[in-house]
């Protein structure tokens, strides 16, 4: 029943890099529109990237030029490469469809902590 298994979080310097990983346990992966979230404290969930099914790609403006959304298709799998992290970015990563719902459900999300 779990769709979505996200990794690659951790602890990293202001101006460091991390890599998340999103594995999909679902059929056709390659039809659907998928998207990164994230969630810091206090604050709403928000979009931070999203990649079509034909590989176009878009971004919040915070994350503009720092972050890189890819996808292997034939690994049902997703990615978010995050270069240049600011404290700012600090939230729990998730990974979903881009259209989500109210009864959308959501994984764990992999940590992400930007610190010195």
């Known amino acids: 029943q779990v769709q979505f298994v996200e990794s690659g979080g951790g602890l990293v310097q202001p101006g460091g890099s991390l890599r998340l990983s999103c594995a999909a346990s679902?059929?056709?992966?390659?039809?659907?529109?998928m998207a990164w979230y994230r969630q810091a404290p206090g604050k709403q969930r928000e979009l931070v990237a999203e990649i079509s099914i034909g590989g176009s790609t878009n971004y919040a403006d915070a994350v503009k030029g720092r972050f890189t959304i890819s996808r292997e298709n034939t690994k049902n799998t997703m990615y978010l490469q995050m270069n240049s992290l600011k404290p700012e970015d600090t939230a729990v990563y998730y990974c979903?469809?881009?259209?989500?719902?109210?009864?959308?459900?959501w994984g764990q999300g992999t940590q992400v902590t930007v610190s010195s």
């Open positions: 679902i059929s056709f992966f390659s039809l659907y529109n």
């Open positions: 979903n469809f881009r259209t989500v719902r109210i009864d959308t459900k």
